[in-house]
């Protein structure tokens, strides 16, 4: 066993992780992180699988992985470019016509309304250009006549109403003496919803911005198997440990009196996160970064 397999092995002890959550966490077969603790690469298909494996072993146990890099350079083998598998290269291909794709999905529903909008006002110059009165006086005579009738029928129907309500006012005054001392503006103020938009991403971190919330309540929920940890800006852990989807499935930490939050997700594909009961979108694609770092910054609704 090497030193760099060592310290590994001692890191996930540590966490009380087995061999079986840290598959399920970084989704890497048992097999490789046996080899990987062992210090015994000949099982991998490559150089550039054994760098990418220990990356993902040291991000999920919170771990710097340039620092290991650099500390034990002399055990990890150096990557070269014929390394890189034929299979990446293919990946990327698809995923690149994928997002090009997603561009002309996104643009269909402005075209739809764009054609709508054009056939519609073909049919509206259809329909003045053909069903006009011959005889303009005529239409003006007998659109005056409607406005006329129109304008009476609300005039009486307005008159009605007003009486009614007179009426019922009148009412509800001598049933309740305590209404008669109303006289204040009885219109609803509702309050704007909350904010909760991304200030920045860069690699694995991510930071947001909390407003207009009278709380801050913080959910994790998991779909799977992962590690998570709740600290907030001091770094004080409110919550660290393993949540499953058939087990202890959620976590809710009350971070109302504290202006900063940070999530540590060990699985983001499988971990989802609510801040008072809205679900948060990830700025970075979990399919792209499994391990992250969120940063929610809480500005109460008073300041």
């Given at each position: 066993m090497t030193e760099l397999g060592n310290r590994l092995k001692e890191a996930r002890l540590a966490k009380n992780l087995s061999l079986d959550d840290l598959q399920s966490i970084t989704k890497i077969q048992k097999r490789y992180?046996?080899?990987?603790?062992?210090?015994?690469?000949?099982?991998?298909?490559?150089?550039?699988?054994?760098?990418?494996?220990?990356?993902?072993?040291?991000e999920a146990?919170?771990?710097?992985?340039?620092?290991?890099?650099?500390?034990?350079?002399?055990?990890i083998p150096i990557t070269l470019n014929e390394d890189l598998p034929e299979q990446l290269s293919r990946v990327k291909t698809r995923k690149t016509i994928?997002?090009?794709?997603?561009?002309?999905?996104?643009?269909?529903?402005?075209?739809v309304i764009g054609i709508f909008l054009i056939g519609a006002a073909g049919l509206l110059y259809y329909f003045?250009?053909?069903?006009?009165s011959s005889n303009p006086n005529q239409s003006i005579s007998s659109g005056n006549e409607q406005v006329k009738f129109a304008k009476s029928a609300e005039l009486e129907k307005a008159n009605a109403n007003t009486t009614d309500n007179s009426k019922k006012k009148d009412t509800a005054t001598t049933n309740n003496p305590a209404a008669k001392q109303d006289t204040g503006n009885t219109q609803?103020?509702?309050?704007?919803?909350?904010?909760?938009?991304?200030?920045?991403?860069?690699?694995?971190?991510?930071?947001?911005?909390?407003?207009?919330?009278?709380?801050?309540?913080?959910?994790l929920v998991s779909k799977g198997k992962t590690w998570v940890n709740i600290k907030n800006g001091?770094?004080?852990?409110?919550?660290?440990?393993?949540?499953?989807?058939?087990?202890?499935?959620?976590?809710?930490?009350?971070?109302?009196k504290e202006n900063q939050a940070v999530i540590v997700v060990g699985n983001a594909i499988d971990t989802d996160i609510y801040v008072n009961d809205q679900k948060l979108a990830y700025a970075i694609a979990p399919t792209s970064v499994v391990s992250q770092n969120v940063t929610i910054q809480f500005v109460p609704k008073n300041k």
């Open positions: 992180l046996v080899g990987i603790e062992e210090g015994n690469y000949s099982s991998m298909p490559g150089n550039f699988y054994v760098r990418a494996f220990i990356k993902q072993y040291s146990l919170q771990l710097d992985p340039d620092e290991i890099f650099e500390t034990y350079k002399s055990e994928s997002e090009g794709n997603y561009k002309i999905f996104d643009a269909l529903p402005k075209i003045l250009t053909h069903h006009t609803a103020v509702v309050p704007p919803p909350q904010n909760l938009a991304v200030v920045q991403s860069s690699g694995k971190n991510s930071s947001y911005e909390l407003k207009n919330a009278d709380k801050f309540v913080l959910k001091s770094g004080h852990s409110f919550f660290q440990g393993v949540l499953t989807a058939t087990g202890a499935s959620s976590q809710t930490v009350d971070l109302t």
